[in-house]
């Protein structure tokens, strides 16, 4: 293992940060995984910690395959992480909105080209990805559909549920997006936390990640377990809204099935605790997402759900 | 008239609600039909917008006898914004400017988003006035996006701005309210000016008399309008970009709007432990500079200054 600064970046007033990343192998670029680029992206940094952890003992047993080399990057904004802040730390904007960067433009932009030189080139790319919405989701791979990358890639993983997202205007400034208009075959990994570490699903992405190298022959053992992936494409997802705001009691959770009529959750009233609304399921299905706050607005994204 | 736009629940007892407040011009005898949108306040730290909205509802409140057609004027888009100090909506990702047109099946700020273009749609113009961050200072202009230039330059050029920049597209800012209208007919001007978090009288001014001269070249005003400069215009000009190569404390030697020559100072970084000056920042082209940074604390990178450089610099 090689422990190497990809991109370091001067502060007036705290030490500098360096973007850290960890090789493995040698050879051509084969596989890379980058995790937290927001700063309350904490299972996306552990899922890598831990993989790094896993590489580090498969190198010194001789399973890097040859000629491959791994490149795996736990955090690339620690700065906004040490201080509680989502987005980068003076002026709110967003790393992962960046790219593929300017090596001579503002500070994330210099930050995005400082990882993108870094991570291009790579033949696979993974990123442990969170998402805009509050909620909880059921682990899934998804592919932005650039045309480049093979969708049936997203098998190799082993995880329930694989999905294609036809890109929208603002995702084009994505890592996922740039990756492959650079010729990277990548894909986004979520789990369900993000803020908090879920070792269960941490365990998982990181198995999903070492069962896609070993599928692809970058390691030389395999890796038990897995589903068959079921492929869906994202908008075949039904999300069901909430009619009104107040406080949001479910009574599903992520990956339970119910049936047309089931009452998955009701709303109260936030001061006089009357209950408001009982929100039914419109049709049979699989809760892929769940809102996970006790506070909701009218048309809240309640639930994404996956028919049957 | 004030009247709703985009309304949906908060959590404990409030609702959200997008207002405009809307003038019918008086005189009938020739009605034109037409309608100005004037909007602002999609960022919530933006407020320059603030001032002139107010001051052109002062103006039209007393005087509709001499408009003619309909002004709507909405002061604040993001209203949880700009009364929390928020640039973005409070409790939501991503840049309410990143969501147009919206979708009713979406999230509860793309449905205020698709609200919005809904209510817009249709009138003959749309003004989006937009304060800088509040890092930077902007001299009055008008943004107009390459592939609306032609239609747009000339009603651009009524609104008393300095200058208007003519920028390239990109596929990112295609989920611009302003995008958004042009690409449904309904033409949008985009001024920027002054900084964040904070109000220019002087700038405010200038655009409320350039709408009302905007008003009356759209035969919708028969009061009287200050005359209006004619801008400087960025097609076949260069833009310079100074951004800073050090982190420290930037002290500005250059002032606001105007002229540099090539390697002229613009101010210095210095550090603030040791007082050294961390770097001299220059101008790279001839110009005028039309941003200039405001906020001192910067990084590696921290957009010092833009320059709209002279035609030779094309």
Known sequence: ?308 | MIEEVAKAGLSVNENIVIKKNRYVGSDSKNPSGKRVCVVTGIHGDELEGQYVCAKLANVLQNNLALLNGTVDIYPALNPLGIDSITRGIPLFDLDMNRIFPGTNDGTMAECLAADIISDISGADICIDIHSSNIYLREIPQVRINEITADELVPYAKMLGCDFIWIHASATVLESTLAYSLNSIGTKTLVVEMGVGMRITCEYGDRLTDGILNLLKNLGMWKGECKPVKEPIISADRAVGFVNSGAAGIFIPSAKHWSHIKSGDAVGKVIDPVTGNVEEYVTSPCDGIIFTLREYPIVYGGSLIARILGGEENA
Request: hydrophobic fraction near 35%.
């Open chain 1, 1 to 308: 293992m090689r422990r190497k600064t990809l991109y370091s970046l001067r502060s007036p007033y705290r030490e500098s940060m360096d973007i850290i990343g960890f090789q493995f192998g040698q050879g051509e670029k084969t596989m890379c995984v980058v995790g937290a680029m927001r700063g309350n992206e904490v299972q996306q940094m552990y899922v890598c910690s831990q993989l790094v952890s896993r590489l580090k003992d498969m190198e010194s047993s001789g399973l890097i395959a040859d000629n491959c080399e791994v490149m795996i990057i736990p955090s690339a904004n620690y700065y906004s992480m040490n201080i509680g802040k989502r987005f980068w730390t003076m002026d709110n904007t967003d790393i992962n909105r960046m790219f593929p960067g300017y090596d001579l433009g503002e500070t994330t932009q210099r930050i995005a080209a400082g990882i993108f030189e870094s991570v291009k080139g790579y033949k696979y790319g993974v990123q442990l990805a969170s998402f805009y919405q509050q909620g909880d989701f059921l682990p899934h791979v998804k592919l932005m559909e650039t045309g480049f990358t093979d969708h049936e890639l997203m098998k190799c993983f082993g995880l329930p549920f694989a999905f294609i997202r036809k890109p929208r205007p603002y995702d084009t400034t994505t890592l996922n997006y740039n990756w492959q208009i650079w010729e990277t075959q990548a894909f986004s990994l979520y789990t369900n936390a993000t803020d908090n570490i879920d070792e269960p699903s941490a365990k998982l992405a990181v198995d999903a990640i070492l069962r896609f190298m070993s599928a692809n022959g970058v390691i030389k053992t395999k890796i038990p377990g897995g589903y068959i992936t079921e492929m869906l494409d994202e908008k075949s997802l039904l999300q069901i809204h909430s009619p009104v705001a107040g406080i949001y009691k479910s009574f599903v959770k992520t990956g339970d099935e119910f049936r047309k009529g089931d009452i998955l959750c009701e709303i109260t009233d936030p001061l006089d605790g009357s209950v408001i609304r009982q929100i039914t399921a419109p049709s049979d299905g699989i809760v892929f997402f769940r809102y996970n706050r006790p506070l909701e607005f009218e048309k809240t994204v309640l639930y994404k759900v996956i028919p049957i």
